[in-house]
């Protein structure tokens, strides 16, 4: 008796809602293509991680992909659309907000990370505050705001996004002039400011009161990261977080104003606190830790810095004048000398005794 089977049904892939029979896609080389039977939730996730040009070019690969970018997370960054060239060409230079605005107005999905660094000193963004308004950036995870050569003030509804973000890095300079202009922080709305996830905060040649940046600290809870460079209004900064772990302070503005040098580093409970980054600290400036029990980076030290106080040891000039104990959490130990001196080096290590890598910088060695 003969055997009577079933004929396999044809592979069904649907294709813009039309579905049809299908050979499973395939490369240039004629491998299988893999990456696009992945689902849509993973593969809108990896474009939302490559630059923002690239990502909308992957709507041009095949059917398969025409959707996923404009529905997926968009990370929209201003340096991902810069053209060198645009410094050269007047007109062209005035396009970037006209196409800043395109890929917001294109794109239908949530906008996970924003980014202007204001990249040519022709360019502006007149629509910035616009753009913080549109529903497209609620829930926004990221955002970056780095005012280059346009002086501009913070505009307040960049503020709304607190509840939602993960990272927020200000700056009024950095990349661009490292005594650019300052800008003002809106300390009068400091106190309605909630950051239940903020992990990551930069702030960079802002006048921010110290009143105003010690409420904003606080507002933080989850803070991991935290730099503060460059900027005025503060003499002292005083750290308190049950959840730091990375804090760096630059104190070398090349004008700043006068009656607002940074003059006090002070950590007085960090207990999660791995790593503390001093750079180029001015003549006079006083760092005390005494609550940091799992330190294990410190720099950069230099003669700028008047007097350290690590626990009950302390330093004066990088010279050790109090040693009651020493430091044994320190594994990492970066030293600023000009001119070097081994005996100020020797001294150092004694301090540290289980110290693993000793980094010593030079900046004119003629």
């Known amino acids: 008796m003969a055997t009577v089977r079933r004929a396999k049904k044809p592979r069904v892939d649907v294709d ?28 809108t996730t990896i474009i939302s991680l490559i630059p923002t040009d690239d990502g909308a070019r992957t709507q041009s690969l095949c059917t ?14 201003d340096d991902d659309l810069y053209d060198d060239s645009l410094c050269e060409r007047h007109a062209d230079s005035r396009d970037l907000p006209g196409l800043v605005s395109r890929v917001l107005s294109a794109h239908r999905g949530p906008v ?18 616009k753009w913080l308004q549109s529903p497209a950036l609620d829930n926004l995870q990221e955002l970056d705001l780095w005012y280059g ?18 990272s927020l890095s200000l700056s009024a300079g950095g990349r661009f002039n490292s005594g650019g202009q300052i800008v003002n922080f809106p300390a009068e709305d400091v106190e309605r400011f909630h950051f239940p996830h903020l992990k990551h905060l930069t702030i960079q040649c802002i006048d921010i009161p110290e ?49 607002t040098r940074l003059e006090q ?22 760092v005390k830790v005494s609550g940091a029990p799992k330190l294990e980076f410190l720099g950069s030290l230099t003669y ?23 430091v044994r959490t320190v594994k990492i130990l ?31 060695l003629f």
């Open 304 to 326: 700028g810095i008047t007097e350290l106080e690590l626990g009950t040891t302390i330093f004066k000039e990088m010279v050790a004048v109090n040693l009651t104990t020493v």
């Open 112 to 129: 996970r990370r924003f980014s202007l660094g204001w990249r040519c000193w022709r360019t502006s963004y007149p629509d910035l505050e």
């Open 16 to 43: 813009d809602g039309a579905a049809g029979s299908q050979d499973p896609p395939v490369t240039g080389n004629g491998d299988p293509d893999l990456i696009s039977n992945l689902p849509d939730a993973i593969l």
């Open 334 to 364: 970066v030293v600023r000398m000009d001119p070097p001196c081994v005996d100020d080096t020797i001294s150092l290590m004694k301090c540290f005794p289980c110290l693993q890598k000793l980094y010593i910088l030079v900046m004119n």
């Open 211 to 259: 009143a105003a940046l010690h409420i904003l600290l606080s507002k933080c809870s989850v803070l991991e990261s935290l730099v503060l460079s460059q900027n005025e209004g503060s003499r002292c900064i005083r750290i308190n977080s049950a959840t730091l772990i990375n804090f760096g302070v630059s104190v070398d503005r090349e004008e700043p104003q006068a009656g």
């Open 149 to 166: 050569f346009t002086p501009i003030a913070m505009p307040p509804p960049a503020f709304r996004f607190s509840s939602s973000l993960r």
């Open 265 to 286: 580093v002070v950590i007085e409970d960090a207990p999660l606190l791995e790593r503390l980054l001093i750079r180029h600290p001015d003549e006079g400036l006083l």
């Open 64 to 77: 398969r992909w025409r959707h996923l970018w404009r529905s997926g997370p968009l990370n929209l960054c």
